[in-house]
Every structure is written in C-alpha cells, then in structure tokens.
Nanobody, 126 residues
C-alpha cells in the first residue's frame, strides 16, 4: 500500500522560509513524478511544483518560481519543497502527489496522480 506523508507545515510570517517534506512508502518514485499542489479556502487545487524522472527535472508554477525549490532524496524516497520569501497568498493546504507515469506536458494536472498525501497546512501571516 502506497502512502505519502507530508510534514513541515505551520504558521509563518511573510518573508519567512519553510521546508515541507513528503515521504513515500510502499513504492519507489525515483523514476516517476512527485509533485506539490495546494488548495486555499474557496479555491481549486493548484499546481505548485514537481520533480520528475531519473534526472530530477523540476517544474514550477509561475507564482512560486524563484521562491520555491523542489528536491528529492532517493535513498529516503522523499521529496522536499523549500519555500522562501513566503507571501500571505501562499497560505493553503499543501498536498504531495506521486505517480509513476506522468507526461511532462501534464505535470501540473492533478488527474495524472493516483497517490496523494493527507495535506499539511501552511499559514502565512503579515
């Protein structure tokens, strides 16, 4: 049984940094895709970032580019999302998602991912 467990969320102030972790068990995704999505109250789930394939190619939403960084530690089957210069609008529940076959053209489509974590709340205050 595949499980994704996120950790690292909490209450931060604008401008702070935070790192989220997502540990996978039950299957290795080092050659697949692991992604981060987020959902704010009253809004649809949106793509944040992903890391894909054995080369670890990374993808970012425009809203987080140059502020967030995805990385992967294959030995721990874990991905990280380093979030810098946090903004109030980054407040959301952050979800980790994974799958083995995600075309790069659809890397930001949540329908491409069969495995999801339970989510972790990130709240950024002024």
């Amino acid at each position: 049984q595949v499980q994704l467990v996120e950790s690292g969320g909490g209450l931060m102030q604008a401008g702070d940094s935070m790192r989220l972790s997502c540990a996978a068990s039950g299957r290795t995704f080092s050659n697949g895709a692991m992604a981060w999505f987020r959902q704010a109250p009253g809004k649809e789930r949106e793509f944040v970032s992903a890391i894909r394939g054995s080369a670890g190619t990374t993808y970012y939403a425009d809203s987080v580019k140059n502020r967030f960084t995805s990385s992967r530690e294959n030995a721990k089957n874990t991905v990280y999302l380093q979030m810098n210069s946090l903004k109030i609008e980054d407040t959301a529940v952050y979800y980790c998602a994974a799958d083995l076959l995600v075309p790069w053209l659809r890397i930001g489509d949540p329908r491409e991912y069969n495995y999801w974590g339970q989510g972790t709340q990130v709240t950024v205050s002024s």
